[in-house]
Every structure is written in C-alpha cells, then in structure tokens.
C-alpha cells in the first residue's frame, strides 16, 4: 500500500474513533524510525486539549490499530498530540480556535494581512474588529507568536465569552 493510500485508510480508519472522543482528526502521517514507523495523529477541538484528553485518545486509536490491520504488521509507535502553533489556519474551525491571537493571512490576490481575530465564523473571519474577510479569499493564515500582548484587554473579553473566570472561581472555593 502506498503512503498516500495508507494515509487515507488510517484517516478513514481513525477519523470516527477520534470523533467518538469528541475530537477533530486534524492529521495523520506516517514516517519511517529506524525498524519501526512513527504513526503521528494530530487532533484538536474547541478549548483545546489536555494531557489527560491525549491518553484518552491515545488509548482509543491504539486499540483501533491493533485491531485492524492497516500497517501491515510491523511496528509503530503511536504519538498522538495536538496542533502546534505553527498549524496553517486552513479550516473555519482553526480561525474560531484562533479567536483572539494575532494572525498573518495569504490572501489569493497575491497580498497579506496581518490582525487579530475577534470573530470567526462559518463563512468569513473577522480581523481587529473591523475587517471581514471570506474564507474563499483567504490561502492559509498562521498564528503569529507573541511575547507581549499588546490588547491584554481581550483575554478578559474571551475569558467572560468562555466563563473561564467562573471555573477557575469555582475550583478556589473547594480547595
């Protein structure tokens, strides 16, 4: 079996097991380490994903894998991780997920644009508040690393959006 092939019946294969954990498949690849392969699944979803959320999964995909017998018998080693910040913004999922980070975006005219998202939604994306811009328009964006905020401001907005504030209360009064 082709890699490409291999690629697309490991995606068929995995895509409803990482579903079932309420995941999004974002990735699969396959590479060659040593006598044995590394199977790297890449998942992510809203909120983001935790240690424990990875052995969850992990867990799961394992006993996918060694039931079916899709690599061919040989060995592996099984990584599943989530998206680093280098993921191209390519999905409406990844914008929403990126709501609040600043952003450089291709644009297919040929230019870019650099801003951060404040909305995102199932048919554009919205950068600093004012300009929107269609999802068909748009080649790939990528998070922008920052070592300094320059709208702390926001992080309060999303944290009410989100009712991280009341969580994080809620965790204080039982201890």
């Known amino acids: 079996m082709g890699s490409d092939a291999r690629r697309g019946r490991l995606v068929e294969l995995l895509g409803p097991v990482v579903a079932a954990e309420g995941f999004d498949l974002e990735d699969v690849t396959v590479t060659p380490a040593g006598r044995r392969r590394l199977v ?3 998942v992510d979803r809203d909120g983001g994903v935790s240690l424990d959320d990875v ?3 992990s867990q799961s995909v394992s006993k996918r894998l060694d039931e079916v017998d899709v690599l061919g018998g040989s060995p592996y080693v ?8 280098d993921r191209p913004l390519t999905e ?7 709501r609040g980070r600043l952003v450089k975006a291709e644009l297919r005219d ?9 909305e995102a939604g199932e048919t554009d994306v919205e950068l600093d508040g004012a300009r929107r811009i269609a999802y068909g ?5 990528r998070v922008q690393v920052e070592f300094n905020r320059r709208d702390a401001g926001l ?3 999303l944290d009410e959006d989100l009712d991280v504030d009341e969580d994080i209360d809620d965790a204080d009064d039982e201890g």
């Open 55 to 57: 052995a969850d999964v």
């Open 155 to 157: 992080d309060d907005e």
């Open 92 to 98: 409406p999922r990844h914008w929403r997920r990126a």
């Open 78 to 85: 099984l990584e599943v991780t989530s998206p680093g910040v």
């Open 110 to 118: 040929g230019t870019s644009v650099e801003g951060r998202v404040t």
């Open 40 to 42: 790297r699944v890449v």
């Open 137 to 141: 328009e748009l080649v790939r964006g």
